[in-house]
């Protein structure tokens, strides 16, 4: 299929794409009945010719108007209507130019004789002549959003419109693609829908469109559900639609139908690209399949597709996320010797690999090859840089890195987290807890693990006061506490002698109805490890 190939065909079936998760789960797959019906035929709507005054105005502003005699236009502008600029349209619609450059005019001098037959006129000109951003930021500049019958107008009057301006079937798939780029999925389903109906068949360009705004928006179930139909009206997928297959795949961790797609695009004569196997590779280092990512990447050069920064990122996070630091340098290594150059994430990965194994020495390296070799450090960069320091509690130099970071970021959720983690290594609970105030109030979202790390450095220093207040605050913010959590206050409690406060907490938890399950259990076990230390200390 051609970049624009738009076919029409003879029967359809009477379904759509569902825009839900529940339907597209749904085994019918919006099939109604399984039903094929005929396509309807394409409506043909003319309108009056121009007779007396309408006639002469036309007349007379054409001749205005292919003089470019925009002067003498002016002085005609407030005599438009809707009827006069449809005859305008049709009279100069084979010079594109000449059509926008009128259509803009209206929209300043007199927008109240613009209609949706009128611009559904200007794009049919537009999209005929392939000038497709132009069309598309006409519908932009209509579309009302929360508008529920505005698409279907939009739709008949381009439909009626249509044999008029001797369209071209790509003015439907513009609509189609203009509404998957904008995100607006019921609005592109239900036009994919239509068009359906009356034969037409969007591009694969269009149906990517679609599938790529569907896998941003994390739905993926509804790109694999319309990648269906698109294999069920034999639109022919290509080597993008794949890979966004594959990806799609990867999101919902079905990694081997992932594979059975990778596999199964060379029996379609489509042949895999570098972001087919990059696709695939992070799909094996998501899943820990680290030897297979390798192996797939030393493959790559036998087909004549050669490793970019993406395919080393991909797998230098992979090694990262297991530790091994080894490995992600020698592919580090690796990417520099065969020219590909390392970008911010992929010095980003190695920072925040090496600081959460508490190596910040090895992390400031990187920092100062980063600047030697321009490549721009973000707040990632800093949060990494500055959790190293935390976690050997060099809370002064992360300090600096703060100020360093403030020049041109802002300090985000990370940033507090990583200088929480610092004050807890060094046990300075009291400080943390201010952080942890100073995060709140800059709009910041602490996480379970803030929260874990600050109730833990309270108990360690058997404030408990202290640990109940950041436990209330956990709660309030609807993060319920863990069983490893509770039992960690508990189990402090119970240690230092608190039994009447550690079961007053466990029955406020319980009357909130925030009692982990499996903590009555684990709660009997400590107290009878308890009750057993005690009688050992008195013998």
Excluded at 113 to 132: A, Q, V
Excluded at 458 to 472: I, P, S, T, W
Aim: charged share 25%; hydrophobic share 35%; net charge positive.
């Amino acid at each position: 299929m051609n970049n624009f190939s738009i076919r029409r065909f003879s029967t359809s079936p009477s379904s759509c794409v569902p825009t839900n998760s529940n339907s597209v789960k749904s085994s019918t797959l919006g099939i109604l009945g399984g039903r094929i019906r005929d396509v309807i035929p394409v409506p043909h709507r003319t309108i009056p010719e121009p007779r007396g005054q309408d006639l002469d105005f036309v007349n007379v502003a054409h001749s205005h108007l292919i003089h470019s005699d925009w002067e003498k236009l002016n002085a005609l502008s407030t005599h438009l209507t809707p009827f006069r600029v449809k005859h305008m349209l049709l009279k100069v619609q084979k010079d594109y130019v000449l059509s926008l450059e009128f259509f803009n005019w209206i929209k300043t001098q007199n927008p109240c004789s613009l209609t949706l037959d009128t611009y559904s006129m200007i794009m049919h000109i537009l999209t005929k002549y392939r000038k497709f951003k132009s069309a598309e930021s006409i519908l932009r500049s209509i579309y009302v959003p929360g508008s529920i019958d505005f698409p279907s107008k939009l739709f008949e009057a381009t439909l009626y419109s249509y044999r008029l301006c001797d369209s071209s079937p790509r003015v439907f798939d513009m609509l189609f693609k203009c509404y998957a780029h904008m995100k607006k999925f019921r609005n592109a389903t239900d036009t994919f829908c239509q068009m359906k109906n009356y034969g037409f068949l969007p591009t694969v360009e269009s149906c990517n469109a679609y599938l790529s705004s569907l896998l941003d928006s994390d739905r993926s179930d509804i790109a694999l559900a319309f990648y269906r139909e698109m294999k069920r009206h034999r639109i022919s997928p290509n080597v993008f639609s794949f890979n966004m297959v594959m990806s799609a795949y990867g999101k919902l961790g079905k990694l081997e139908k992932g594979i059975e797609v990778f596999r199964g695009m060379e029996k379609m004569g489509v042949g895999h690209n570098v972001a087919s196997y990059n696709t695939l590779i992070a799909g094996y280092c998501n899943k820990g399949l680290l030897e297979l990512a390798l192996k797939l990447k030393n493959s790559m050069g036998k087909n004549e597709v050669h490793p970019n920064v993406v395919t080393f990122n991909a797998l230098i996070c992979g090694f990262c996320k297991e530790g091994k630091l080894h490995e992600a340098n020698k592919l580090f290594s690796e990417m520099k010797a065969v020219n590909v150059s390392p970008n911010t994430v992929t010095y980003n990965t190695l920072i925040n690999g090496y600081s959460q194994m508490g190596n910040s020495e090895v992390g400031g390296s990187l920092y100062e090859e980063m600047a030697r070799n321009e490549v721009k450090a973000d707040v990632l960069t800093y949060n990494a840089l500055i959790l190293g320091l935390c976690k050997e509690g060099k809370t002064k130099k992360a300090a600096y890195l703060v100020k360093e970071l403030d020049k041109n970021f802002v300090p985000n959720a990370s940033t507090f987290s990583a200088l929480i983690t610092g004050q807890c290594v060094r046990r300075n609970s009291d400080r943390a807890f201010q952080l942890y105030k100073i995060m709140v109030r800059s709009g910041c979202h602490p996480n379970e693990h803030t929260f874990r790390m600050l109730i833990s450095t309270f108990c360690k220093n058997e404030d408990f006061d202290g640990a109940l207040l950041v436990l209330e605050e956990m709660i309030e913010r609807a993060i319920p506490p863990d069983l490893s959590i509770l039992s960690e206050i508990y189990d402090r409690l119970c240690l230092c002698g608190k039994d009447e406060l550690a079961m007053k907490l466990c029955s406020k938890m319980e009357a909130r109805c925030l009692m982990p399950e499996g903590f009555d259990k684990m709660r009997t076990s400590a107290q009878d490890q308890i009750n057993e230390n005690k009688v050992i200390e008195k013998l």
